[in-house]
C-alpha cells in the first residue's frame, strides 16, 4: 500500500486484515495523518493553516537551540509595558525568547508584555512566547509586512534592570528600550523541525 502525503510517498507494509480496520480515507480527511506528516511551511509571511499564524522563516539549530520554523500570531496588542524595572535572571537571551518568557512570568512582579504572549492561542496551540531579540530581527528581515510601522515591538531579551530589546517595521531600527514605556507586543511560536 502507498500512501501519498505533500508531494511525499509512504510505503506501508500491513497484513491485509489490518488494512480492512484502517480507514485511510477517513483519516486523510479528518488531518489526524497529515497533520502529523505535513510540516512543509508556506512562502514567507503567508499564513501557515493550522500551525497557529504566519510562517517567518526557519531558524538553524544554534547554540544549543534545535532548528526550528518561527510562526507569529496574527494578532497583536498595542500599549503594554514589559514590566517593572527589576534584573530578571534568565530573560537575557538573545535566541531563546521561550526561555526569557519563562524567567519573566516566574519573577515575583507583573510581566504585562510576557503575560499576553503567552496567553495568546491560534489554531488550537498555546505555546507561544514574547519573541527573543533574534526572532524580532528575523520577522523584520524575511517578513517585515506583516507588522505595524509607527511604533515599536518589544522583545523578551532584556538588557538590564531598565532596558528590553525593542524592534522598528518602518526601517529595521532596533535599540534597548526603557522598561517604563508602552509597546506593540506579538506572539510567537516555534515549530521544532524534528516534530
Not at 480515507?25 to 511551511?41: E, K, Q, R, Y
Not at 498595542?78 to 527589576?86: C, I, N, Q, R
Not at 531563546?96 to 510576557?114: E, I, K, P, Q, V
Not at 524580532?136 to 511604533?151: D, E, N, Q, R
Request: a neutral charge; proline letters at 5%.
Amino acid at each position: 500500500m502507498q500512501l501519498h502525503i505533500a508531494h511525499a510517498t509512504i510505503n506501508l507494509q500491513l497484513p491485509s486484515s489490518a488494512l480492512e480496520q484502517i480507514d485511510v480515507t477517513n483519516m486523510l480527511s479528518s488531518g489526524s495523518v497529515a497533520s502529523a506528516f505535513d510540516l512543509t511551511p508556506p512562502a514567507r509571511g503567508k499564513y501557515w493553516a493550522g500551525q497557529g499564524g504566519h510562517y517567518i522563516c526557519t531558524q538553524p539549530a544554534l547554540l544549543g537551540l534545535p532548528a526550528r520554523h518561527l510562526v507569529f500570531g496574527a494578532s497583536e496588542a498595542e500599549d503594554l509595558a514589559f514590566g517593572p524595572s527589576v534584573d530578571v535572571p534568565g530573560a537575557k537571551s538573545q535566541l531563546d525568547g521561550r526561555a526569557n518568557t519563562t524567567a519573566l512570568l516566574t519573577a515575583s512582579r507583573d510581566h504585562a508584555a510576557a503575560k499576553w504572549a503567552s496567553e495568546y492561542e491560534a489554531d488550537g496551540h498555546s505555546d507561544f512566547h514574547l519573541p527573543s531579540r533574534m526572532d524580532l530581527l528575523m520577522a523584520y528581515v524575511c517578513a517585515p509586512s506583516l507588522f505595524k510601522k509607527s511604533g515599536w515591538y518589544w522583545s523578551s531579551t532584556q538588557g538590564s534592570r531598565s532596558s528590553a530589546f525593542v524592534q522598528d517595521f518602518e526601517v529595521g531600527f532596533s535599540f534597548w528600550g526603557v522598561l517604563g514605556s508602552v509597546r506593540r507586543v506579538r506572539a510567537c511560536r516555534w515549530i521544532h523541525l524534528n516534530a
